[in-house]
Antibody, heavy 123, light 107 residues
Framework: EVQLVESGGGLVQPGGSLRLSCAASGFIFSGHEMNWVRQAPGKGLEWVSYISASGETTHYADSVKGRFTISRDNSKNSIYLQMNSLSVEDTAVYYC????????????????WGQGTTVTVSS | DIQMTQSPSSLSASVGDRVTISCQASQDIRKYLNWFQQKPGKAPKLLIYDASNLETGVPLRFSGSGSVTDFTLSISSVQPEDIATYYCQQYETLPRTFGQGTKLEIK
């Protein structure tokens, strides 16, 4: 079964840091680009960050650039999101989401999602 | 950034009704549009990719159409389990952007 499982969320004070993890199973992880997407309470979806299959290329939303860092370890079938200088505006459910294989579908985005992990930034 | 505008923001339909949700991109995204369904407390689920292709396992009552800047998600006969919020999302370019969502309720 194709599966993504996020972990690492929790309560953190403004200015603090947190590291999220996403563990993949059921597919050839190294063949897929990956993303983080977040959803603030009662709000819509916001793409946060992208990482290429090799990990060499990364992209970030302007709202997190310079504060968040995405990385991956293909030997552990996992991606990570290091979040620094957190503010209350970062409070959200954070999802990892897979891009479909370009060899199968060409260009695509977000075909598989994890269940999400909740980050609350509050004093 | 490409802005995605959905309409309506909410709608109410009776079981068996046909419903249509619109999504407009602020610039040409060719066919690179997804539609997602999100139920309360759950992760989004991909319904339609490349504007009109049905994801595996998605009921045939869902369909998508459009290209360039104007897109539509249709549900041919709404069922009770279709209660959810629906989002469009473009992947023509980064940043990948979502519409604001359309909440579907059953009368």
């Amino acid at each position: 079964e194709v599966q993504l499982v996020e972990s690492g969320g929790g309560l953190v004070q403004p200015g603090g840091s947190l590291r999220l993890s996403c563990a993949a199973s059921g597919f050839i992880f190294s063949g897929h680009e990956m993303n983080w997407v977040r959803q603030a309470p009662g709000k819509g979806l916001e793409w946060v960050s992208y990482i290429s299959a090799s990990g060499e290329t990364t992209h970030y939303a302007d709202s997190v650039k310079g504060r968040f860092t995405i990385s991956r370890d293909n030997s552990k079938n996992s991606i990570y999101l290091q979040m620094n200088s957190l503010s209350v505006e970062d409070t959200a459910v954070y999802y990892c989401a897979r891009d479909p294989s370009p060899m199968v579908r060409g260009r695509g985005a977000f075909d598989v999602w994890g269940q999400g992990t909740t980050v609350t930034v509050s004093s | 950034d490409i802005q995605m505008t959905q309409s309506p923001s909410s709608l109410s339909a009776s079981v068996g009704d046909r419903v249509t949700i619109s999504c407009q991109a602020s610039q040409d995204i060719r066919k690179y549009l997804n539609w997602f369904q999100q139920k309360p407390g759950k992760a989004p689920k991909l319904l339609i990719y490349d504007a009109s292709n049905l994801e595996t396992g998605v009921p045939l009552r869902f369909s998508g159409s459009g290209s360039v800047t104007d897109f539509t998600l249709s549900i041919s006969s709404v069922q009770p389990e279709d209660i959810a919020t629906y989002y469009c999302q473009q992947y023509e370019t980064l940043p990948r952007t979502f519409g604001q969502g359309t909440k579907l309720e059953i009368k």
